[in-house]
């Protein structure tokens, strides 16, 4: 399976763009983010190979393995196709999105083009719980107790939260956050804030370093 591509940048058009990889030429659709981000000369992309039965294999590029997992996330939902998710992604900004699915809330969700009552229900029924579950899986040391890291020092440990703050730290985690820089995070936040609050505030703090 392709996992990622790097080549040179040989053409594009209104969906597709071609990477030559050592003179073979991968077409490739790019989010509508990742393509705004791409400049002449070597690219570097993380793939999702796609392939239906009596379809041909199609790869869908992104820049960064946040977006591609957000993706991957959006293709899990019953209705949702490797177009409509790239729509999706072009028609909110990653945070807007993730935010949205972690608070349920289904009007922001709504404004996105393409994104009709029903499919907007089902977003955030059931991607809320895997965006948790994205949270418990990644990172050293995460639900399992203290360990030691790879410089033999002490591995950063902790439990992920549940509840409204386990909300937070899941939507960080699915932006691309590691578990280092979010638990001081949630250890100052107060549990009865909303939700949008404290994903604001943490993106705000996360930014500023």
Request: glycine share 14%; no cysteine.
């Amino acid at each position: 399976m392709i996992a990622f591509l790097r080549g040179q940048l040989r053409g594009e058009d209104d969906e597709a763009i071609v990477v030559d990889v050592g003179g073979v030429g991968y077409q490739v659709l790019p989010s509508a983010a990742t393509k705004a981000s791409l400049l002449p000369g070597e690219v570097q992309l993380h793939i999702h190979a796609h392939f239906v039965t009596d379809e041909p294999l199609r790869l869908y590029g992104f820049s960064t393995t946040s977006e591609r997992s957000l993706f991957r996330t959006l293709l899990s939902v019953q209705g949702v196709g490797p177009r409509v998710a790239l729509a999706i992604l072009a028609g909110i900004e990653t945070e807007d999105l993730v935010r949205a699915i972690a608070t349920g809330d289904v009007a922001r969700l709504k404004q996105v083009k393409g994104v009709g009552g029903k499919l907007a229900e089902r977003l955030a029924l059931e991607l809320r719980e895997k965006i948790l579950a994205a949270g418990a899986g990644l990172g050293p040391g995460v639900g399992a107790g203290k360990g030691r890291g790879a410089d033999g020092g002490a591995a950063p440990s902790s439990a992920v939260p549940i509840g409204p703050l386990g909300q937070v730290y899941g939507a960080l985690v699915l932006l691309g956050y590691k578990p280092v820089e979010i638990d001081p995070l949630i250890e100052k936040m107060d549990e009865k804030r909303p939700i949008p609050d404290n994903v604001r505030g943490a993106l705000a703090a996360l930014r500023r370093g």
